[in-house]
């Protein structure tokens, strides 16, 4: 048996030990699930159709098309065959009734041939704000849809 002083020495980030007692489920539940959405806001991927530009380190630009979008980077589909490396300058329109243009430094993490994976390396306050704001919009509409499915 592993101790909850042992487990967290390990790098668990939350242990439980019984008799578990509702109160302080209650304490723990309430500092974890906001940290867990969190992490899960990081990561989950909004699957979109959105124009991107970016520009390469020597300035050539190329178009694209976003497939998704998370608050760490994006995937996307070249219209041309291409491979690129490292850091690209990546420009797009955030989707909205104001729409406001998104500028951030991402780095290519994987690519073939067509789809390319980014992550974001530096992006602006102002355009940090706008894409929360804009996932936040995705969250929205995703759990609306989740709410109107048709139970059979």
Known sequence: ????????????????????????????????????EREHRRYFRYYVDVPVRFHNALGQSFTARMKNVSEGGMAIKLTDPLRLKGVVAVEFELPSLDPQAFHAKADVVWSDSFVMGLRF??????SGVALQ???????????????????F
């Open 1 to 36: 048996m592993t101790s909850a002083q042992e487990a967290l020495d390990l790098g668990a980030d939350l242990t439980i030990s019984k008799p578990i007692q509702q109160a302080r489920l209650r304490s723990i539940l309430e500092g974890t699930v906001p940290k867990m």
């Open 121 to 126: 390396l530096y992006v602006s306050k102002d």
């Open 133 to 151: 704001a804009w996932l936040d919009s995705l969250e929205g509409q995703s759990h609306f849809r989740e709410s109107v499915q048709p139970t």
